[in-house]
Each structure stands twice: as C-alpha cells, then as structure tokens.
C-alpha cells in the first residue's frame, strides 16, 4: 500500500537545525499543544517535518522509544477496562459526536493533510469524507454488530448459548503517511467503540493530523489515557506497539508486514495488514470512451498516485484503444498541478524526496525498456521540489520494474486486450490483490468478470470509491496485499475475541420422557448416566428426531 519511511531526501534545504535563516511553516506556539499529546519523555528527540509544496519544515516532532510505548501501554491498559464497561451506546455517542466536530472544523485539518502529505486540496477533502462515513457507520451499528448471538444447542430447548465479543484490550495500529486521517483514525475508531484502547503510530511525517484528531476526539468524550499517540520509526517503536498490544493493525508495505506478521504470530496476536497493490483496470469494448476517461484520472491521479487503492495499469480492448488513449491522455493534461490551501488544484505535490526516486526510476527504467510516453513523465521542479506531472505510458514491457512493482505515484500503463478472458488473466497476473476496476456497459456483465478478479475489492464503473466509500462492506486485500479487512461488522469484529457461553438447563419434558425412568433431571448427567449400552441408542433417537424437526 504506502510505502513506510518518507526519507529525509531534502532535510537540508531548510532544516532550521542547519539554516539559520529557515522558518517553520507552522507557528511553533500554535503546534505545541498538539505535540504536547505524544508520549515522549521531556527533551526527547525530534523528527523536523518537511512541507511537500516547499520542503520547509512543518514542526519538530517529539519522537517516542520502546519505553514510552510501553509507558503508552500501561495507561491504556488501566483506562480500557473501565471504558468497556461503559454501555456500548456511550460510546457510540463519542462517534456521533466527533463526526460533527470533524465537519464543523474541517478547514482546519483539510490545511493539516495538504501541509504534511502534499496533495491537492480536493484529494485531502475525500478523507474528511470517508472519517465520517466510518464515524456515523459505527455509531448507528456498532450496538448491533457487538450483540450477544444466540446459536443453537445441543438439547435444543434445554441447552441455551450466546456467543460474545469481547475488546481484545489495547489495539496497536501501525500507519503510514499517504492518508494522515483516514489511515490513522479510520481505525481508531471501531477499535473504540468495540471497547478497546488504541496505541496509535502515525508516521513522523504526518503526526500532525492525527495529533489534530485525537484532541478533537478528547472534546466529544473520550475518555483520557484511552488513545496514545506514539510518534517514531517503523523497525523500534512501530517494533515496541507490536509487542505492547493485543492486536495490530498494520497499513504499509508488503516487505514490512511480513515482518510484522512474523512478529505479531511469535506473541501469537492477531494482525490486520493492508499492504502492497498494482490495481489494475478492464476497460471494455461497449463503453462511453469519455465517461471511463474521467473515471481514470480520478482513479489513477487523485492523492498523486499516492493511494493504496488507486489504478497504476489498465488493460483496453482493442476496439476502443485508440480513442480511449487519446480522451485519457487529453483528460490527464487538463489536469491542474500545484500547490494551495484552496480548491484551485487537481493534483499536488508527491509527499518525499524518496517518494519521488521511486517514480522517477520506474519511469524512466521503462522508457530504458522501450515503452513510450503519452503524458507527462516530467519532473516538475518549477513548482516545488517533488512534483511530477501525471504520466500515461504505453509499450511497457514485462521485464520493466513499473510492469510489476508498486510504483505509488502519479503513473499509469495502458496495455490491449482481445477479449475478456485475456483482460482477466492479465488483471490476475499479479502477487497482489487489493482493488480493481472494469468498465461496461453491461454491468451483469461487469460483476460477472469482477467474481473473477483476484482481489479483495472490485468497483463496476468507478476506479476505488464504490467500494472504499461503502463503509459497511469489508475492506482489503488478498495474497501479497494483506490479511483481514477494515470496514463494516468484519473490520469491527477484527478488533475483538469470541467467547461462547453454553447454560445447560435441568432435563424434563422431552428429554424426560425419552429417558429410562423419565422424571426432572439436571444436566447432561443423566444423558451419560445411563451407562455404555444405554446412552448411544437413546442419543441415536434424539438426534434422528432432530433432523426430522429440521433443527440446526
């Protein structure tokens, strides 16, 4: 999905530890509240943030060690149990109540994601919108998906069972910088509400807003010491959440959650990882051309490419490839790139020095490789230091990185397609399976070829939002992209433990009769009680008459 280091590519070009004459981009009296939340121990030391649009710095950043996250730990630990007692509709309340403090204030954290992680002011607006679809989703459900189930027993009548879900304690979630809100809080919040604690780990890079969040959370009722926000690397503090919590929640790459996984099953805890992807598109032979061009650009470009589930190749038929590729490329260079705390934009700025090598190299290890550009392809040092113009390629051979790897930025590969079956089979070619996306005329058609598509979302006519929007559908992915799922009663669930509780009730009526002697009884003693030569030919009959009443 996101890549989990930003690089410090370009900290000399206004680190204030370096340059005298650096200023921040934030006033640090104003940020000091905010970094005031992170457990870190006093004259910790800082990460400097750097502004995308720029590469000025944001904020010093305390960073935490493993003793803070341990430190982390304990305090939440102490405030969980008191806050699963709590009904499930206090809870919940905090949920509705945040979901309104987000919308009223959304300019000010809209300015937070735009400064820390670079993109446009309209792609940063989508996360504002998915934190309250997953806000107002849990608040209205969470009651409902958190409920004792009744199952059947084996005496039905006489044994009643409940199944119950309990919070596992303290949910640790590792996550990454390309979505600062939805990526952090978006999990935050059905761990919450299940009635756990949460150690949160936002990246250093984007701390800022999840720091914003959680102080608006505090204000709509959430407990203190309930959410710990713990700021540092990935291998030792990401390393010290892991080996503090019950359950974590991982967003990254795939080389990395495998790490976690292997760390995460050594203390035998479950793990949620949502990692790598190379989404690929069908673009079918009956379409409108423009309709689908449209619905591309917002799927391969918006965030900057920078999205776990965004579109980096997609596969044409060959009767509509030519017109396809010129509406797409058309729509593409009509896009509006560059930086602003306003709505000017389309697209922004790649976030990291680091972030911008990667598509570099896989651009031009492609056109190394033979493949031909349709747009873009240009770094774009005019408007500040990591932009790069969306690009279309075409020809890119199997042997080039950008046909295989992950490139998380702004670049596309269009390939054709002779038929169905050869768009599915190039859409499966692929260690990973987190989204995809056909467009048709005939959606039957579509969401017959998309129960084909090996990934964990398929959206018929729309690149990611369909699916990632509809908050009460799981989310995630399948082989190299990840295990478990966020979103719905599925990702709530994730963050909880089963307990089944069996009350067996005294035998009589039924079961009385059926027995020797007859008469009230308690428990299954009777049943056994009746010795080697009598208890199987009696529990024979029960079980026949079971099936014949068709129970369960």
Not at 217 to 235: F, K, N, R, T, W
Request: with cysteine.
């Amino acid at each position: 999905m996101a890549h989990d280091s930003h690089g410090p590519g370009s900290a000399e070009l206004h680190d204030p530890e370096t340059d005298p004459l650096a200023t921040y981009v934030l006033e640090p009296d104003d940020v000091r509240p905010l970094l005031a939340r992170v457990v870190a121990a006093p004259g910790a030391a800082t990460h400097t943030s750097l502004a995308p649009f720029t590469g000025a710095p944001i904020a010093a950043v305390p960073l935490s060690t493993p003793d803070d996250v341990a430190r982390a730990a304990r305090a939440a630990r102490a405030a969980q149990k008191l806050w699963a007692a709590r009904p499930v509709r206090d809870r919940t309340a905090v949920l509705s109540r945040f979901h309104d403090l987000l919308l009223e204030r959304q300019s000010d954290v809209l300015d937070l994601i735009q400064l820390e992680n670079g993109k446009a002011r309209v792609s940063a607006f989508e996360e504002i919108c998915d934190i309250a679809l997953v806000a107002r989703h849990y608040a209205a459900r969470a009651g409902r998906y958190l409920a004792p189930r009744r199952a059947g027993g084996i005496v039905p009548g006489l044994t009643s069972v409940r199944v119950l879900r309990h919070p596992v304690g303290v949910v640790g979630i590792v996550a990454p910088w390309n979505f600062p809100l939805t990526l952090t809080i978006g999990d935050v919040l059905p761990a919450l509400v299940a009635g756990n604690a949460v150690i949160l780990r936002p990246d250093p890079q984007t701390a800022l807003t999840a720091l914003w969040a959680a102080e608006q959370l505090e204000e709509a009722g959430l407990p203190a010491d309930l959410l710990q926000i713990v700021v540092g690397d990935g291998p030792s503090v990401g390393g010290a959440v892991v080996e503090n919590v019950d359950h974590v929640s991982f967003t990254g790459s795939t080389r990395t959650g495998r790490v976690v996984a292997a760390q995460a099953g050594e203390r035998l805890v479950p793990a949620t990882l949502e990692l790598g992807g190379k989404n690929p598109m069908y673009v079918a032979e009956d379409v409108d051309v423009e309709v689908v061009a449209e619905g591309a650009v917002r799927a391969c470009f918006v965030g900057t490419g920078q999205v776990c589930v965004s579109i980096e190749r997609i596969y044409v038929r060959d009767e509509v490839f030519e017109e396809f590729a010129a509406a797409f490329a058309r729509r593409t260079r009509e896009l509006r790139i560059g930086s602003g705390l306003d709505y000017r934009f389309d697209v922004g700025s790649l976030t990291s020095a680091a972030q911008l090598a990667t598509v570099v190299e896989h651009v031009e290890d492609a056109i190394g490789h033979g493949a031909a550009v349709l747009s873009g392809a240009v770094h774009r040092t005019d408007l500040g230091p990591w932009f790069y113009e969306p690009t279309i390629l075409t020809d890119v051979p199997a042997e080039a990185r950008l046909a295989r790897e992950e490139t998380f930025g702004p670049v596309v590969a269009l390939y054709r397609a002779s038929s169905d079956d050869e768009a599915v089979a190039a859409m499966n070619d692929s260690e990973f399976g987190l989204n995809a996306s056909i467009w048709t005329a005939d959606t039957a058609r579509g969401a017959a070829l998309a129960r084909r598509v090996h990934a964990g979302s398929v959206n018929v006519n729309e690149g990611y939002v369909a699916t990632w929007g509809s908050v009460g559908a799981p989310q995630g992915g399948v082989g190299s992209s990840g295990i478990g799922v966020r979103h719905g009663r599925e990702g709530l669930w994730e963050t909880t433990r089963l307990q089944t509780v069996a009350v067996q009730h005294g035998v009589h009526g039924l079961l009385g009769g059926l027995l020797p002697g007859g008469g009230p009884r308690v428990g299954l003693g009777r049943l056994y009680g009746l010795g080697t030569e009598t208890f199987p030919p009696v529990y024979t009959r029960l079980l026949r008459l079971m099936k014949a009443a068709r129970l369960p």
